[in-house]
């Protein structure tokens, strides 16, 4: 039984309905950069980061590419969603907002898919 | 429709560590979604042609450059430790008011300590590179 009343929901008012999803998700891909990050950045700081035979090497080796791939799609996916908690907090037109919003959305698939092409493109490389 | 009020926020409150880390928390975050960009920029590099990857890599060897990278390393084991304290409140864990005080000291000492090895390690051996 929902307790908004007709008018609310006839006006558009109260909650947008997927504010739980959001936060949860924005745990979910918390809990899923904690390993993935720490792979990362240990890997990153053993690696001789001057050498591009070295780095491309690393980046097509066994399941490397996979881990790669996932590591950029989650990082975007938690920094979109934090972004836009930063911006619904603090722009109040709701013109500029939605605007923003949608900008730093597609910047966010931009970057993610700019990503994941590069470690394909190293993965797929012939030898 | 006229604009509906906000509470006063930054104007009202004491000062406090917790508030600190809050802030932190949510600036550290803004700054590694930059820093994101240029994490995918330098893999597109990598995978780009040898002059790309040189020129990358020359534009990050500059001071300034070095020492924006090295406030992604401390922005990222802050909002790592911290990012932790909060997945532990969102399960209940110590949102008590000592709790909370302790778990900011943890979280300081663990930021730096985990920076400190990760600084040493990365330029150290930056350094050790043509």
Redesign the interface.
Known sequence: MSLRTPLGVALGRGAARAGVHHWWVQ?VT??AL?PL??WL?FS??RL?????AA??DW?AAGWHPVL?CLT?LV??WH?VL??QV?IEDYV?VKLTRTVTLLLVNFIHVV??A??I???L??AFRSP | MP?RP?SPHLSVYRFAHNMVLSFSH?IS??Y??LG??V???W??A??GS?AA??DA?RLLSHWFARLLLLGWLLA?CYH?AN??R??LW?AGVGLEKQQARRGSAIVVVITLLFFAV?AW??FA??AG??
């Open positions: 745990r918390a809990v904690v990050t720490l950045l990153l700081s001789p980061l001057a050498d591009q780095v491309t980046i790669l950029i990082m975007a920094s934090g972004v930063v109040h970057v993610a700019a990503g092409y590069a470690v493109r190293v | 604009a906000l949510r975050g803004l590694l979604a994101l960009l994490l995918v920029w893999f597109g990598a995978a040898e990857f040189a890599n990222f790592l990012g932790i909060h997945l969102d990760m390690r990365l051996a930056a590179t043509p």
